[in-house]
């Protein structure tokens, strides 16, 4: 059995460290206090076990052996059944997201962890210190466990906002890794906003549902600390959420100036080849213009000058002033006519 821990606690101490999870639903109704039993990547066999000494409902044991759940809260009869993301931050990769889930009865709190943040042991140390707090029963677990997993949002928004920064520095350099930094950037916003919007909406529900008269999470004035607490905590997910919002639509910014960047420097380099295709053009009308001129005196010399007996002309005292002539002639009329359609 992977129990981390388990434990029977009266008015916020702890009294019992049963060695069976039967010894330990058998204390905890013998003395009135409450029991907490903290499993840590368990097997299904081990959460079946769980259920059944604790009489949890069906669906959330399917849930909880599935995992891959997203943030939630139900209930089942007087048991609220919670999943939660916790985030752990991780230099240079992608943030790592896990799961925790937590059966929160009148007497007893099962939690089951898939994540090695937030860490359950420190926060049980920290809550037995308090016993004033933990004296309030399986609600202060539930409104300390909801605060851990809050608090470790924070870390990955820093880190996010410094990647964010370094992107806006970059962006305007043209270097070329940066749509693929956008891209993996907004990746794990997206993902940081679906674990944190769910538990703000988890927080406000519990919230809401603590201003009623009968609420397990707030009754009466015994509860005001708690519901000081769970307000508390509601701000910093909030907060939480609302720089994620922001985080996503500075990216998604930087990602329209980075492609209208792009845009503008295809544009630019399409110009440049348009204006160096245009010269080229010029030079071939050119080079054309001047083959031409030159082709007309090359053809009538080519065949006057052949001196064939027989051939008209040959023999004529003006026929080489006129072969002569008539080379300039056409030459000066070609040239004529491509000075005329801007050739030359």
Do not use: C
């Amino acid at each position: 059995m992977t129990i981390m821990d388990n434990a029977v606690y009266v008015e916020g101490r702890r009294t019992a460290n049963p060695v069976s999870l039967e010894e330990t639903r058998e204390t905890a109704h013998e003395r009135g206090g409450i029991a907490w039993v903290d499993l840590y990547w368990p097997e299904p066999a081990e959460i079946q076990e769980v259920a059944a000494e604790f009489s949890l409902h069906r669906l959330a044991v399917e849930d909880a052996i599935h995992a891959h759940q997203r943030s939630k809260v139900e209930r089942y009869d007087d048991v609220l059944y919670v999943v939660l993301r916790p985030v752990r931050a991780m230099p240079g990769e992608l943030a790592e997201f896990g799961e925790v889930h937590a059966w929160v009865g009148p007497d007893f709190v099962v939690t089951v962890r898939r994540s090695q943040t937030p860490d359950l042991t420190a926060m049980r140390t920290q809550l037995e210190l308090t016993p004033e707090l933990l004296k309030h029963g399986p609600a202060a677990i539930l409104v300390t466990l909801l605060d851990q997993v809050v608090n470790t949002y924070k870390p990955v928004l820093d880190r996010l906002r410094a990647d964010i920064d370094e992107i806006e520095d970059k962006l305007f350099s043209r270097d070329p890794e940066v749509s693929l930094r956008i891209y993996q950037v907004t990746r794990e916003v997206l993902d940081l906003q679906r674990a944190v919007h769910p538990t703000v909406e988890i927080l406000r529900m519990l919230h809401d549902n603590g201003d009623t008269e009968d609420a397990d999470i707030a009754q009466g004035h015994r509860y005001v600390e708690l519901q000081r607490n769970l307000r508390n905590v509601l701000d910093h997910a909030l907060r939480h959420a609302e720089a994620s919002d922001t985080f996503r639509s500075l990216l998604t910014n930087a990602l329209n100036v980075h492609s209208t960047l792009v845009t503008q420097e295809q544009n630019e380099e399409m110009r440049r080849m348009s204006e160096l295709s245009l010269k080229q053009d010029e030079q071939v009308k050119k080079i054309s213009a001047w083959a031409a001129i030159f082709f007309a005196p090359t053809v009538v010399g080519t065949i006057y000058g052949m001196n064939f007996d027989y051939m008209p002309e040959t023999h004529w005292l003006w026929g080489y002033p006129l072969a002569l002539g008539l080379m300039v002639g056409l030459g000066g009329l070609f040239y004529w006519v491509f000075k005329k359609v801007t050739w030359l």
